[in-house]
């Protein structure tokens, strides 16, 4: 006779980000075995009827328990943020062991797996930020840690205390494509964002609203298209992260028209948050400040096109949970200027009810497409896929049941991070993850947390299928195209 298996789920409607199929799901030691309409018995039954059973989130774009380049403190450390990730659907998150200038790589990452281990309530595995490309970092730490599984980098095109010049960001690129990993970009102009900051400053222009302001339309735009530019020398894959608005989408579909592997992200502030929510009563509107800023209804739209046209990739949450207190956002006091106030909106728990209620509910994205950019496309891009990110057999059994029809209004109450507000307070979502299963353990059931401190596994990441190089360059200089070359 055959062995029960750990936990069935029965009854239940599948998605993947190809597939919709009703069967029933087998899942032993953690992992899924046998999907058929009827499996057998299991120790524990989960009835799904009526209800979407969809591939755990994958949000390959969080700060947790991380410092910011001022020194601010996000008020979720590995415990808190997790526990708000699984109450909304997410199963794996890939936050950032950040580098600040004149750190050790190999430092960073010890602190911050020290971090992580104790608290965190599901999988989880961490990208870099590099800050600091010295020869050491580049040639001796980042190739052994690519090793170890971290095979994403983030860098930085602003913010003084990140920002790397050209020739800094060629060099990455290039490190990167020899090592067969990929570099994400936070694209932005940093001396169109500093220049328009001092005028608006020099003319009194202190409000938060001024954030949007100074943060340009063109600044992103710019930034991105010379990003891909460096990207397209190198011949590396680059993918742009937190698109806000139509210069840097149509910059980056121009690329991906051209055949270069550019890959583009989007957040749900871009969806549903405008600049005129930084334009609130005194301070309030530094809840909503973040970088790039929120655009306009026009801006919004773009992004819907974005994502239903396949410029995007990804949808993560940027979630960035800096309090609306003196301890962050407000650490330089309630006169504060613009250029003063924590960047950065919460979002991780909101981020899949948001999109589906918005994007599946009201018929702009399939539920396949849902699946794509919110879990399979982010594995895959990460280097987790198949292990992660889709609902088959051998995979880990990641997974939330979905009520499509339970409407919720969002209060801060609802919700689990610590951050201690919402920028969504108010608004009404259609459907929910009412059940969450990580690596075959319910983790949440009926509004629960049943998920131990330390209970999430990291996880060591392959070299993606995305970043590697396109190979078209020829081994030498080509002085009659002249666009590019490789050592």
């Known amino acids: 006779m055959a062995e029960n298996f750990d936990l069935v789920v029965r009854n239940g409607t599948i998605a993947t980000a190809s597939d919709i199929i009703r069967c029933d799901v ?10 058929a309409e009827d499996v057998g018995p299991g120790t524990r039954e989960l009835d799904a009827s009526g209800k979407l059973v969809l591939p755990g989130g994958v949000d390959s774009h969080c700060h947790i328990e991380q410092a910011s380049s001022s020194g601010v403190m996000t008020a979720d450390d590995f415990y808190t943020g997790t526990v708000s990730a699984c109450f909304g659907g997410t199963t794996t998150v890939i936050p950032f062991a950040a580098q600040m200038r004149g750190q050790s790589l190999r430092e960073v990452v ?3 797996h020290a971090c992580a281990g104790p608290k965190a309530v599901i999988d989880y595995a961490f990208h870099l930020i590099i800050s600091d490309p010295t020869p050491e970092a ?3 730490e980042l190739p052994a840690l690519i090793a170890d599984g971290i095979t994403s980098f983030k860098v930085y095109m602003t913010y003084d205390a990140l920002k790397l010049d050209d020739y800094q960001m060629m060099t990455v690129l290039d490190e990167a494509r020899r090592l067969g990993a990929l570099v994400m970009v936070h694209a932005e102009n940093h001396d169109v ?3 328009l900051a001092e005028k608006l400053l020099e003319r009194g222009h202190r409000a ?6 100074a943060h340009a339309r063109v600044a992103e735009g710019e930034a991105t298209s010379r990003a891909i530019q460096l990207a397209k020398l190198t011949d590396a894959p680059l993918l742009i992260v937190h698109v806000s608005a139509e210069e840097a989408t149509d910059a980056i579909r121009r690329a991906q028209t051209e055949g270069l592997k550019i890959y583009g992200e989007t957040c749900p502030q871009y969806l549903f948050l405008t600049a005129q929510d930084l334009d609130r009563e005194g301070m309030d509107g530094a809840m909503f400040c973040c970088s790039p800023p929120p655009r306009d209804a026009e801006a919004q739209e773009a992004i819907w096109r974005g994502l239903k046209n396949g410029t995007f990739q990804v949808f993560s949450s940027d979630h960035a949970p800096y309090r609306f207190d003196e301890t962050a956002k407000l650490k330089h006091g309630p006169n504060a200027h613009f250029k003063q106030i924590a960047n950065g909106v919460p979002g991780l728990e909101l981020r899949l009810p948001l999109l ?11 539920l396949n497409e849902f699946v794509a950019l919110t879990a399979t496309n ?13 609902i088959a057999v051998g995979a880990d059994a990641d997974f939330a049941i979905w009520d499509p029809d339970r409407e919720v209004t969002v209060t801060y109450d609802l919700l689990h991070d610590a951050v201690g507000y919402t920028p969504y307070e108010g608004r009404t979502i259609t459907g929910w993850p009412v059940t969450v299963v990580s690596r075959g353990r319910v983790v949440v059931e009926d509004g629960a947390l049943h998920a131990e401190r330390g ?16 190979g078209r360059l020829e081994p030498e200089i080509d002085p009659a195209r002249n666009w590019g070359f490789r050592l």
Do not use: N
């Not at 589906?356 to 399939?366: A, D, M, Q």
């Not at 999430?456 to 070299?463: P, T």
């Open 110 to 112: 010890d602190a911050y």
């Open 193 to 195: 964002i500093r220049w």
């Open 455 to 470: 209970s999430g596994a990291y996880l060591e990441c392959e070299k993606p299928e995305a970043a590697r190089p396109l």
């Open 378 to 390: 982010a594995a895959k891009l990460y280097g987790l896929f198949p292990r992660k990110g889709t």
């Open 356 to 366: 589906f209620s918005e994007g599946v509910r009201k018929g702009r994205i399939t």
């Open 138 to 140: 580049m040639g001796q």
């Open 208 to 213: 938060p609203k001024y954030h949007a302001v």
């Open 26 to 35: 087998g899942i032993r030691d953690g992992r899924i075995v046998a999907m």
